[in-house]
């Protein structure tokens, strides 16, 4: 983005800023997930109950996202990806993502206390609290495994999604959860190596800046191999089935092979050819979390219909 159109940015906010600042983009993971945990939970729930549900975790979800804008508005303003954010670009202040982040939680925990449980209220407000605090606050800027530990937050939906139904969690929950925070360094990471000197720029501890790109390029290829097992386990689970089962296999495949092009590649390689391989391991990860969920809903739907 060249200084002109950085200046393009200032301005009145409009609400497409405030939708913004509630990162739309992560909210459709947590959203997905955390259906896809109430869906094939084993106990039934009111196709109202679950739309509120939904919803209500969905706007804690953005009420994170805007907390997290908040905090990080002086490093977002320092990277290329993250400077045409509405806070660093000034179309709104960093109140204003505050005020917003705290009241959208605030609320998302009480009405899903009143629609849900109050277990899976607590849930979300822990989620809530880990991902702007834990992990904003504290890890990110402190150490290289910032995203390693700070991933739990993402993994939390599809537990939430589960205990509105049940009240509690189980083995078939947490499973849920180790898919997605096994998943999580290795998505970040590839993205990490594309994106070149924004973490160096912005002084985040990210591996890549404190361990260089060797190492990292290393730690996908042994998360991805510690990813694949924890997916084989969930497809053979009382919540997979055959069309997980043939997800997993599909999509740990692309993924190891992906991780083990990335291992195999030095610094040359990687500039010679603009990062070509990095960036087609991030969007490969993408899709893999969306397939996997989406997979464990077909399944349900064939236990439903007595298929399977």
Same mark, same amino acid.
Request: proline letters at 5%.
């Given at each position: 983005?060249?200084?002109?159109?950085?200046?393009?940015?200032?301005?009145?906010?409009?609400?497409?800023? !405030?939708?913004?600042?509630?990162?739309?983009?992560?909210?459709?993971?947590?959203?997905?997930?955390?259906?896809?945990?109430?869906?094939?939970?084993?106990?039934?729930?009111?196709?109202?109950?679950? #739309?509120?549900? &939904?919803?209500? $975790?969905? &706007?804690?979800?953005?009420?994170?996202?805007?907390?997290?804008?908040?905090?990080?508005?002086?490093?977002?303003?320092?990277?290329?990806?993250?400077?045409?954010?509405?806070?660093? /670009?000034?179309?709104?202040?960093?109140?204003?993502?505050?005020?917003?982040? +705290?009241?959208?939680?605030?609320?998302?925990?009480? =009405?899903? *206390?009143?629609?849900?449980?109050?277990? *899976?209220?607590?849930?979300?407000?822990?989620? $809530?609290?880990?991902?702007?605090?834990?992990?904003?606050?504290?890890?990110?800027?402190?150490?290289?495994?910032? &995203?390693?530990?700070?991933?739990?937050?993402?993994?939390?939906?599809?537990? $939430?999604?589960?205990?509105?139904? %049940?009240?509690?969690? /189980?083995? @078939?929950?947490? =499973?849920? #959860?180790?898919?997605? #925070? =096994?998943?999580?360094?290795?998505?970040?990471?590839?993205?990490?190596? #594309? =994106?070149?000197?924004?973490?160096?720029?912005?002084?985040?501890?990210?591996?890549?800046?404190?361990?260089?790109?060797? &190492?990292?390029?290393?730690?996908?290829?042994? !998360?991805?191999?510690? +990813?694949?097992?924890?997916?084989?386990?969930?497809?053979? /689970?009382?919540?997979?089935?055959?069309?997980?089962?043939?997800?997993?296999?599909?999509?740990?495949?692309?993924?190891?092979?992906?991780?083990?092009?990335?291992?195999?590649?030095? @610094?040359?390689?990687? @500039?010679?050819?603009? !990062?070509?391989? @990095?960036?087609?391991?991030?969007?490969?990860?993408?899709? !893999?979390?969306?397939?996997?969920?989406?997979?464990?809903?077909?399944?349900?739907?064939?236990? %439903?219909?007595?298929?399977?």
């Amino acid at each position: 983005m060249s200084d002109v159109d950085y200046d393009r940015l200032q301005g009145e906010a409009q609400f497409g800023d !405030y939708v913004a600042l509630l990162k739309p983009r992560v909210m459709s993971l947590v959203v997905f997930t955390a259906a896809v945990g109430l869906l094939v939970a084993p106990v039934p729930v009111h196709p109202m109950v679950a #739309f509120a549900a &939904i919803l209500f $975790i969905a &706007i804690g979800a953005g009420g994170s996202g805007a907390l997290n804008m908040w905090w990080d508005a002086d490093i977002d303003e320092l990277m290329k990806r993250t400077r045409g954010r509405p806070v660093p /670009s000034g179309r709104l202040t960093a109140g204003d993502a505050l005020s917003l982040g +705290l009241a959208l939680s605030g609320f998302a925990v009480v =009405m899903l *206390a009143l629609a849900a449980n109050l277990f *899976a209220a607590a849930l979300l407000g822990f989620t $809530i609290f880990f991902y702007a605090v834990v992990y904003t606050m504290w890890l990110k800027r402190l150490t290289p495994q910032n &995203i390693v530990i700070g991933g739990a937050a993402g993994a939390f939906p599809p537990m $939430i999604g589960w205990a509105v139904a %049940t009240g509690g969690v /189980s083995i @078939e929950s947490a =499973m849920m #959860f180790m898919l997605i #925070f =096994m998943w999580t360094p290795p998505h970040f990471w590839a993205l990490a190596l #594309f =994106m070149r000197s924004d973490y160096d720029d912005a002084g985040v501890p990210m591996l890549t800046v404190t361990h260089g790109r060797r &190492i990292t390029r290393r730690h996908i290829l042994v !998360y991805t191999l510690l +990813l694949v097992p924890v997916s084989l386990a969930l497809a053979v /689970s009382s919540i997979g089935g055959p069309v997980t089962l043939v997800a997993a296999l599909v999509l740990n495949a692309q993924f190891l092979l992906g991780a083990l092009r990335i291992a195999r590649r030095d @610094e040359a390689q990687a @500039e010679d050819d603009r !990062y070509a391989v @990095e960036k087609a391991v991030f969007r490969t990860s993408l899709y !893999y979390l969306f397939l996997h969920f989406g997979a464990l809903l077909c399944d349900a739907a064939l236990r %439903t219909a007595g298929w399977v």
